[in-house]
Nanobody
Framework: QVQLVESGGGLVQAGGSLRLSCAAS????????MGWFRQAPGKDREFDGAISWGGGSTLYADSVQGRFTISRDNAKNTVYLQMNSLKPEDTAVYYC????????????????WGKGTLVTVSS
């Protein structure tokens, strides 16, 4: 079992930046790709991006390409989501997830979910 805890959410103005963190504990998340997803009020959860275990492969949704960057520090069992040029439509609860591969994350094949952290972008 892997426990995932997100942090770093909050209120930010449009055009601003936030960095989310996802700390893993329990069974090591060794070998897992890690993804970030969002769920806005009244909408389905959607994929933002993912990073492979070694960090050499990343995949992003078109809507965040060039604005969001995923990184990881395996020594700290932590994954990050750097969000720049935030827009009001980025307002959502953000979830991290452990997946068997980056493509699997994009397909929604998730083994473990965090409980989410709220990001609110004001206009």
């Amino acid at each position: 079992q892997v426990q995932l805890v997100e942090s770093g959410g909050g209120l930010v103005q449009a055009g601003g930046s936030l960095r989310l963190s996802c700390a893993a504990s329990g069974r090591t998340f060794s070998g897992y790709s890690m993804g970030w997803f969002r769920q806005a009020p009244g909408k389905d959860r959607e994929f933002d991006g993912a990073i492979s275990w070694g960090g050499g492969s990343t995949l992003y949704a078109d809507s965040v390409q060039g604005r969001f960057t995923i990184s990881r520090d395996n020594a700290k069992n932590t994954v990050y989501l750097q969000m720049n040029s935030l827009k009001p439509e980025d307002t959502a609860v953000y979830y991290c997830a452990a997946c068997p591969g980056v493509a699997a994350c994009r397909s929604g094949l998730v083994h473990y979910w965090g409980k989410g952290t709220l990001v609110t972008v004001s206009s």
